[in-house]
């Protein structure tokens, strides 16, 4: 967990530069359609600003009082950059660990997933961007066989689409995301909740910026997202 956490660290912080500038031009408010609208009444906020500079305890508690919990050694994640924003603070937890060996990703946490969307195995972006909805769904959704047909992409111009499949409960469903070299398509956010508002769940995956050129995600009740924008600043999204 630490040897992840202190790379996209240090990754982070030598790309301060270019980040702060895409912050600056990116509008991070509300991208949803109406989903979520302006719940909370914040105010838009650039990435890097919602909970920078509050205390390392107070930000924990906040969190605490929204229902997550945390090991020693993801506040020993958080202690690495204690004046983070929260979306950053919930990302060094929810990294997951990379073998860059055997482009394997595993998932740490069961609360939050968050990725650089900037990927390095793209030939299986899009199945272990589902393995992260899934580490962080609690069990509660049945999904399985999830596929990623890349037959239309031309890698060498970064065209082209993606086919991705699933299983849903022995239910087909196809999403079609756009290639962009080796971006993932977050597009695919808002297909992935529209499937859930088709079957019937209640919850919804929302996201929020994080720094790492990247989005931090969790998988609950629009009762709680209300709170977490409200008690953190932070906008949440359904669909990019």
């Given at each position: ?169 022995g239910r087909e469903y196809s999403f079609t995301t756009e290639s962009q070299f080796d971006w993932l398509d977050v597009g695919i956010l808002g297909q992935v909740n529209d499937m859930l508002e ?43």
């Open positions: 967990m630490r040897k992840a956490v202190g790379f996209f660290l240090c990754f982070s912080l030598c790309m301060a530069g270019i980040i702060a500038l895409k912050g600056d031009s990116i509008s991070w408010g509300n991208l949803n359609g109406g989903g979520m609208g302006s719940i909370g009444g914040m105010e838009e906020l650039i990435p890097g600003q919602a909970g920078a500079g509050l205390p390392l305890e107070i930000k924990i508690s906040v969190l605490e009082g929204l229902e997550l919990s945390f090991s020693e050694t993801e506040r020993a994640a958080m202690e690495e950059w204690p004046e983070a924003r929260y979306g950053d603070l919930l990302a060094l937890v929810g990294w997951g660990e990379y073998d860059f060996d055997t482009l394997e990703w595993s998932p740490t946490s069961d609360q939050v997933y968050a990725l650089d969307t900037e990927v390095f195995n793209i030939g299986g972006m899009y199945p272990d961007f589902f393995q992260g909805l899934l580490s962080i769904s609690g069990g509660e959704l049945p999904i399985t066989n999830v596929t990623q047909d890349d037959s239309k992409v031309n890698w060498e111009e970064g065209t082209g689409t993606f086919q991705i499949t699933l299983d849903y409960d088709k079957e019937g769940v209640e919850k919804r995956f929302y996201a929020t910026g994080n720094s790492f050129q990247g989005i931090t995600v969790f998988y609950r009740d629009k009762n709680w997202a209300r709170r977490f924008e409200r008690e953190t600043g932070c906008k949440l999204h359904t669909r990019f």
